[in-house]
Structure formats: C-alpha cells, structure tokens
C-alpha cells in the first residue's frame, strides 16, 4: 500500500471536520437540556431532577402544587434564559461579524445602556412612550429607547465616510451618555422607584412570563434563519471587505441588513430582563473557539452557547445563597469583565 493512499483527501478531512462540529453542537444542545432541567428544580423549594423530568413529561402523574411550580413559575425563567442568553449572543455575534471587532456586543454598543434609560423614565418619571399600554410601559419604554440607539448607529452608518472603527466609537459614546442620563434619574428618584430602577439594571429573570418566552422565541426564530440565508456572505465578509466585495457580495447592505436584525435581536430581550451583560461578548468567541469562523456553524454554535452560559448562570444564581434568587446581570458581569479585559489584551497583541 503506498503512502498516498495513506493519506487523507481534502474531501475525507472536510468531512471529518464538519462530523466533529456536529458532534460539538450535539454536546451544546446535550448540555443545555440539561442546565434548564437543573435550573427548574432549583429554587426555594428544592425537587430531584428526576421529579422535574416526570412533571414536565407526565404532568398528570404529579400532584398540583409542583405542577404549578414547575410549569408556571420555574419554566418560563428557565426558557427565558434559554430564548434571551440565544438571542444576545447571536446579535452580538453578528456585530462582532459585519463590523470587525471582537468587543462588539449591544451590551458595549450602548443598546442596553438605552434600555435602562427608556426603563428608568417609567419608573422614576412614570414617562410612557407609548401612554395606551401605561402597564407595559417599563417593557415598551427599553425596547423603544434600545431601538432608538440602535437606528441611531444604523442611520449613521450609512452615511458617506463612516468606517467601523467610527461605528464602535459611537456605541461607546452611547454607553457613557446614556449611564449619565441614567444616574441622574436615579438621583432625583424617591426611594422606592430608586430601588426598583437598580434591581431592574442588575437584569432578572424573577418576572419571566410565557408570554415573553413567546415573545423572544419568535423574534429569534425570525432573524436566525434570515442570518442563515446570508451564511455564505457573512463568512466572506470575515476575509475582509475588499474580498468580499470581490466575490459579489453586498457589503454595505449586509451591514445594514444585519445591523437592523441585531437591534431586534438585542432590543427585545433587555426590555423584558434589564440590563444583563457580556453574554452577547461570551457567547460568540465561545462558539468561535470550537466551531471557527464558518456561520453555517458559528451561527447554532452562539446561540447554543449563550443559551447555556444564561441557563448555567441562572443555576449559579439559585445555588450561592439557598432559597434566595440573585440578580442574573451580577453573575454575567463578574464572568464577563475577565472575559473583556482578556479580549481587550490580546487584540493589543495580535490582529482578529
């Protein structure tokens, strides 16, 4: 047998590849199932796991109280986690993607600093964006705002001369008006709505609802198939703009395409969680460090990833302190900030 038949074709080792990144996102979706069924037998009263899984599949054999628990309070947090860790991760993803940088998030854009600021007018000023839905106005005062920055950064961007290096900038110009404009509500606010715009800036799941799991849900599953239609050019554009662009690909609509999705993406969740941090930084270089860069995996690989880094972190913040729920943004802020800083040392060293 000669050495050359020895040796595996490009074809054979393309196909191993994509078996081994196959079997990583089954592992994701192996480990996320789970840390949500883990999740949803902690709490204040603790069940086994195995009672958990028999509630949730054979309902009828269990008896009303953890029926209850377990399908009205413990599994909307534990799928909001899910729905919303997806959600971040992949906006965040896809502006790492289409604007070159590895710090990119809507976390560091300035989007989530804009919810709190919409969230905070509600509490503190009782300000309704929208007066016809005075009982949603907390939800619908972040997600205006969050969508307000987030054009913001879209109509700028598509001006003559406006680079990405100019795009990042302005996000971080954002973050630091909007904390501003933020901690001043928060000191002319009386003391109770002062407490409530801080617990709702640590992002919380406590107040989870089917409703907005449905709300979440379907907003991913409307731009994650728009992002995969657009797999083939987003990986390109990773090359660079002036490959890419040589390839045929339309690089300035992509990245207002993919800007406007991002916003949804980002927007939607934080004006029903607060303020929740660094997942949407976490997430994807996770997913890159296991998949690479191809979105035909890249894509499943961060919204799997920020699914289980949220749905982890809930458990984290049920099993510190028994029988009390910690805010979920303390725990993302305290993994992410050495994530960050890590990121922000090595770019210093090495191109992305």
């Excluded at 209850?68 to 997806?86: E, H």
């Excluded at 913001?152 to 406006?162: D, E, K, N």
């Excluded at 499943?300 to 099993?319: D, E, F, H, N, Y």
Aim: aromatic content about 8%.
């Amino acid at each position: 047998m000669t050495l050359a038949a020895n040796t595996p074709t490009h074809a054979q080792a393309y196909h191993g590849l994509v078996a081994r990144r196959l079997v990583i996102l089954g592992v994701l979706v192996i480990a996320l199932i789970l840390s949500v069924a883990v999740d949803v037998s902690l709490g204040p009263a603790r069940y086994a796991v195995s009672d958990v899984l028999r509630t949730l599949f054979l309902p009828a054999q269990a008896d009303i109280q953890m029926r209850v628990v377990v399908w009205d309070i413990r599994m909307p947090m534990a799928l909001l986690a899910v729905t919303v860790g997806a959600s971040l991760s992949l906006a965040g993803a896809q502006m790492q993607t289409i604007l070159a940088n590895p710090l990119a998030s809507p976390f560091t854009l300035g989007l989530s600093a804009a919810a709190s600021f919409g969230a905070a007018m509600a509490m503190v000023l009782g300000v309704a964006i929208y007066p016809a839905a005075v009982t949603l106005m907390v939800p619908i005062n972040a997600f205006a705002m969050a969508m307000a920055a987030s054009l913001l950064i879209f109509g700028l961007s598509t001006l003559r001369g406006v680079t990405v290096e100019t795009i990042v900038l302005l996000g971080i110009a954002l973050v630091f008006t909007f904390n501003a404009a933020l901690a001043l509500l928060q000191y002319f606010a009386s003391e109770q709505a002062l407490s409530a715009v801080v617990f709702w800036t640590m992002g919380s799941l406590t107040k989870a609802t089917w409703g907005k799991v449905a709300v979440t849900a379907v907003i991913l599953a409307i731009c994650a198939p728009l992002f995969a239609r657009r797999a083939w050019a987003l990986t390109a554009i990773r090359l660079g703009e002036a490959r890419a662009a040589a390839m045929g690909v339309p690089v300035k609509r992509l990245r207002l395409e993919a800007l406007f999705l991002v916003s949804l993406l980002a927007a939607v969740p934080v004006s029903f969680v607060g303020t929740i941090g660094f997942i949407g930084i976490v997430g994807p270089h996770v997913a890159r460090l296991l998949l690479g860069e191809d979105q035909r995996f890249f894509l499943p690989g961060a919204m799997l990833s920020g699914a289980l880094i949220l749905s982890a972190t809930s458990v984290l913040s049920k099993a510190i302190l028994p029988g009390a729920v910690l805010p979920i943004g303390i725990i993302t802020a305290l993994v992410g900030v050495p994530v960050f800083m890590t990121l922000i040392l090595t770019k210093g060293r090495k191109a992305w």
